[in-house]
């Protein structure tokens, strides 16, 4: 073997390693769906089926297009944000399943319409039994306009369901998910995938959602001598520049002394005379 096969060899090796672990990192999906939407495949390589109750059940929309982005998410990936199937009723969506196992159900959803929370609030079931989402307000989880994900994770074993510590069974090899109409306008649903097997470090994550941070108060500093003797000279200025209601008055304490003698030796001057008078009588 001369050395330019030997390299080819270990080349050949090296790429067919590398793509038997991306092949091994990416999830098993068993069924994904682009609500409201066309057939699309996303930055994860999962490709999403047309939706399958298109101009059957409720309104399939593109309203969320009219949104500048769709945060949290590739561009590639803000269609399955923008479109929606949403009802004035109850509706949902039956997802075959491949045999016993454990599965997660990744409920993609966005706000594109209101602009307040506690305005859109609904609930989600599977297999018409288990409540996974309850009162599912998305704008007052993260606002208009941002990606949010929902994992729901159960497991499939001798044609039962189990989610959490109840258990259900499932009739037909389907699954059913459900978006419960509530007391506040309609449900709602971007895109569903399905995942046998999963592994968390595999899974599909959104980017983190952004928050912003609160701006700290400037601490309040103890008042110094410098300080006092600041707003005492500001106090006295305000004094001196306040104006004053009537003519100004004569301060009592600024007369003289003399001035104020006067009174008694006039009464002196005149008890004198009276004095005389008494003593020649």
Avoid at 45 to 66: C, E, F, H, N
Avoid at 125 to 141: A, C, W
Avoid at 257 to 274: D, H, K, Q, R
């Amino acid at each position: 073997m001369t050395m330019h096969t030997h390299m080819f060899c270990v080349l050949l090796g090296t790429l067919l390693g590398l793509s038997q672990l991306t092949t091994a990192a990416q999830p098993n999906v068993i069924y994904a769906i682009n609500a409201g939407g066309e057939a699309h495949v996303d930055s994860h390589g999962i490709k999403y089926a047309r939706d399958p109750l298109m101009g059957k059940v409720g309104t399939d929309s593109d309203y969320g297009k009219q949104l500048l982005m769709i945060n949290r998410v590739k561009p590639n990936d803000e269609i399955l944000y923008q479109t929606e199937r949403y009802h004035y009723e109850t509706f949902g969506y039956e997802l075959p399943i491949a045999g016993d196992g454990e599965y997660v159900l990744i409920l993609k959803f966005c706000e594109v319409y209101f602009n307040a929370p506690n305005m859109k609030m609904f609930d989600v079931q599977i297999n018409n039994r288990h409540t996974v989402v309850s009162d599912l307000d998305i704008f007052s989880l993260v606002g208009k306009g941002t990606a949010h994900d929902e994992y729901v994770y159960f497991t499939v074993s001798r044609g039962k369901l189990y989610y959490k510590e109840e258990e259900s069974e499932i009739r037909t090899g389907k699954v059913k998910v459900d978006f419960v109409k509530g007391y506040k306008d309609n449900p709602k649903i971007n895109a569903i995938v399905l995942i046998k097997g999963y592994d968390d470090t595999t899974l599909p994550q959104l980017s983190p959602l952004m928050v912003e941070q609160p701006v700290p108060e400037p601490l309040e500093e103890s008042p110094t001598t410098s300080s006092i003797a600041d707003g005492d000279a500001q106090v006295d200025t305000k004094n001196k520049q306040r104006k004053t209601s009537g003519p100004k008055q004569p301060n009592p304490y600024s007369l003289d002394e003399s001035s104020m003698m006067l009174p008694v030796f006039i009464a002196i001057g005149a008890f004198i005379p009276l004095l005389f008078c008494l003593c020649r009588l």
